[in-house]
């Protein structure tokens, strides 16, 4: 190992990338568990509790809701973003299945973990883990009411330590050399990024999957990247064309991370990455055979106690509801919003998110039906693993109505004051625990005011709908271009309706937008393509948006900021624009590409980013897409090869050429992301439940440190350290139906271009 490699293996513990430590642990409950008084189990709603050794019994009586009737033990102090293991032995005369949760002991009672217990007559073990999120005050809670007659149960080998097996972090070797672990494009760029402080050329050598040598070369030193705080270099070896996996770089005693050369990468990501989205569906059940028996659940948010579901829905009220609606009472109406995607790893489904997110899905599709030749399997009728597969409609466009339709039910409906409005969101009043499959959720679901940001959003990504839909279902194509054309009026008459910045409630995030002459622009472009009506070809010249600039290296677009999508829209898909009109369009998409190009050519690790003052940006892997589909575009509109390489050798740092040496994608490469933040997807803190499926495309290195286990164990870091794949580490390894959408159209593009 090279002198730089050690000192690099220094700085990588300091940033947290190290197990954690091995060793024996503290019992944090065991005996006391079983004391009385405060020291012990205590109980409330009428439930009694015995002692006899080793053993405490409840007594509770029938009725109530499940969280009526309790019973907890309190003062456990927890470190945020340490693993631990709660085990304890539940016994009953009859079967039965109650909630236990990790939680804040005083108000306002924030779920850490959320758990259901199973108990019958020959006492069953509840065995999970979980990772800390807050340092309050924390008790184990059981929630016992709302059973029909009364009952007892019984508790035994109670037990809460730390889980010294389970990684702090995402180690993953702190070699020198990153590589594409997925593997590179015969005919591509087929380069490594090597850390080192020489400022002279390395010597390389390419191996194949026997160790024997087929290539050699040296390195071009790249200087120092504050990004990783680093001397760097980057080993060419484009010029080898032979097709095999299993190779590596070599410089001296090292060895790369396997890798092949050729292959059908991106051909398999394309399914998986669009096959992602049917267990994200909320309002359906998740069938085994399809999605993996792993990933089989039951219908989410359809009503099925102990969730109260979708399908009837009201407004916010109380207090938070006045500054959303302008009094306490909210609407008068409720709305059926069942459907859609889950926006992220929660509960909570935006239309904000939703629509740029279909809107990429969508755009996939047309840039295959375009720019394929019509013989791209994205435009095939089973691509992917859905239940619609074989209905004689292209599966991407399957699974864009699954959204499409829940964004038409967020309409505020006829008669009611904003007819015609989106609603910005649905979720829960509450933020639950991890984990929380979704038919289990047992938080108020509430909408949330509607925007005019949300309402363009439909109006755009139903237009778009309308043409792609038309050749398949006329029907719904008519439906799709009257509610949006009907939301761009509403949108019209009402213009200054910002999404709000914070509705008192938690149980969601904001999306908060201020500005919504992007979307404007956006929803504007659409119509205009798909109707050729040349009033909202005016409305769209008509904001600053349509000759301004609208790219920038931080990230070309993304929910909050949407022109950069209109105008590529516009360049590839809008063929009734010419003269000047066209020029500047599609000229501005081949501009910004190739400043994109240019700025590539200086990063050491390939990828075409760079963050305002070098800090990376939260979802940054998600902004690198985006830039992407800029540079994509213009080889579409081009034909020009460097655009192709540019995208492709950009995909190198997702999968694995990055200083964390981990691909960011589950399933591809030989190390990758597994621990992303999700309430189902959570074998972490339970292993009954599974990984994220493959293609699964985590947010990439944050350097603010929003979530208490950044904070906990990324302080400091170097911008592409800040990344941890745990569970809990929202701020840096969510995953999102933003994420994964342009993760679906740059693999498409990719399969395609091959």
């Known amino acids: 190992m090279t002198r730089f490699s050690i000192r690099m293996l220094g700085a990588a513990l300091a940033c947290g990338l190290a197990l954690a430590a091995g060793g024996a642990s503290a019992e944090m409950i065991g005996e006391r568990a079983y004391a009385a008084g405060a020291e012990g189990f205590w109980a409330s709603g009428g439930v009694t509790l015995t002692r006899k050794d080793g053993e405490i019994c409840a007594n509770v009586p029938a009725g109530g809701q499940a969280w009526d009737r309790l019973a907890g033990i309190n003062d456990l102090r927890l470190t945020p973003g340490t693993a631990y293991r709660l085990r304890l032995t539940l016994t009953s005369k009859w079967e039965a299945q109650l909630p236990v949760l990790v939680q804040q002991q005083d108000a306002p009672y ?80 087929k380069r490594a990024t090597i850390l080192s402080e020489s400022e002279a050329p390395l010597e390389f050598t390419l191996v194949d999957g026997t160790g024997r040598a087929v290539g050699r070369g040296a390195t071009e030193p790249m200087g120092h990247d504050p990004s990783v705080d680093a001397g760097t270099h980057v080993a060419d070896f484009t010029p080898f064309r032979t097709e095999g996996e299993g190779y590596r770089i070599v410089l001296g005693k090292e060895a790369s991370l396997p890798f092949a050369i050729g292959g059908d990468t991106y051909a398999r990501l394309r399914v998986d990455a669009l096959s992602w989205f049917y267990p994200q569906r909320s309002g359906i059940e998740i069938r085994g055979d399809i999605a993996g028996e792993a990933y089989a659940r039951p219908a989410g948010h359809v009503g099925v106690a102990p969730n109260r579901g979708d399908t009837d829905v009201t407004c916010l009220k109380g207090a938070a509801a006045r500054t959303l609606f302008g009094s306490q009472r909210g609407c008068s109406y409720s709305l059926d919003v069942s459907g859609g995607w889950y926006d992220a790893g929660d509960q909570g489904k935006y239309v904000v998110n939703g629509g740029i997110s279909v809107a990429q899905l969508m755009a996939a599709f047309e840039r295959g039906l375009v720019y394929g030749g019509a013989s791209s399997p994205v435009l095939s009728d089973g691509l992917s693993r859905i239940p619609e597969a074989g209905n004689g409609i292209p599966d991407i466009l399957d699974e864009a109505r699954w959204e499409l339709d829940f964004l038409m039910r967020m309409m505020v409906p006829d008669g009611q004051p904003l007819a015609g ?83 008192g409630l938690q149980g969601g995030g904001d999306y908060n937008d201020d500005d919504i002459s992007d979307e404007t622009y956006w929803a504007a472009a659409e119509l205009f393509i798909t109707t050729g009506d040349t009033r909202y070809l005016a409305a769209a010249k008509n904001t600053r948006h349509w000759a301004g600039p609208v790219f920038s290296p931080i990230g070309a677009f993304d929910w909050r900021s949407v022109a950069g999508l209109a105008r590529i829209e516009l360049a590839l898909f809008a063929k009734q624009l010419a003269g000047e009109d066209a020029e500047l369009v599609r000229g501005s998409v081949i501009s910004a590409a190739r400043t994109f190009l240019s700025l590539q050519d200086a990063e050491p690790f390939g990828h075409i980013y760079r963050p305002a003052g070098g800090r990376y940006d939260w979802g940054s892997n998600q902004l690198i897409l985006q830039n992407m589909v800029v540079v994509a575009a213009a080889y579409d509109l081009t034909g020009e090869k460097p655009f192709l390489d540019g995208v492709r050798q950009s995909m190198d740092y997702l999968l694995g050429r990055n200083l964390m040496n981990l691909s960011y994608i589950t399933g591809y490469g030989t190390t990758w992301s597994k621990n992303q933040h999700s309430r189902w997807y959570a074998n972490q803190v339970d292993p009954s439940l599974p990984h994220p499926p493959n293609g699964s495309l985590a947010g990439g290195p944050n350097s603010t440190l929003v979530d208490d286990v950044a904070r906990a164990k990324l302080q400091g870091c170097v911008p592409q350290a800040c990344y941890v794949d745990d569970i809990m580490a929202w701020g840096s390894n969510e995953i999102t139906i933003n994420w994964n959408a342009p993760l679906v159209y740059i693999a498409s593009f990719l399969a395609d271009t091959r």
Not at 134 to 158: I, K, M
Not at 179 to 188: H, S
Not at 462 to 469: E, I, K, S, T, V
């Open 421 to 503: 409005m989106v609603h910005h969101k649905v979720h829960d009043s509450r933020w639950t625990g991890t984990p929380m499959l979704p038919h289990l959720d047992p938080e108020e679901r509430v909408l949330h005011r509607p925007s005019t940001a949300a309402t363009l959003n439909l109006a755009a990504a139903a237009a778009q709908g309308a043409r792609l839909f038309a050749p398949y279902d006329r029907a719904y194509a008519r439906t799709l271009l009257a509610a949006a054309e009907r939301a761009f009026r509403a949108a019209e008459e009402n213009p200054i309706l910002q999404a709000p910045v914070s509705d």
């Open 110 to 189: 924030t779920a850490q973990a959320h758990f259901r217990a199973a108990t019958g007559p020959d006492g069953v073990v509840l065995d999970r883990r979980f990772a800390a999120t807050d340092a309050a005050p924390a008790q184990v809670l059981l929630h016992l009411g709302g059973a029909l007659s009364p009952w007892t149960f019984c508790l035994s080998g109670v037990s809460m330590t730390e889980d010294p097996t389970a990684p702090s972090t995402a180690a993953t070797g702190a070699g020198a050399i990153r590589v594409n672990q997925a593997g590179y494009f015969t005919d591509g760029p």
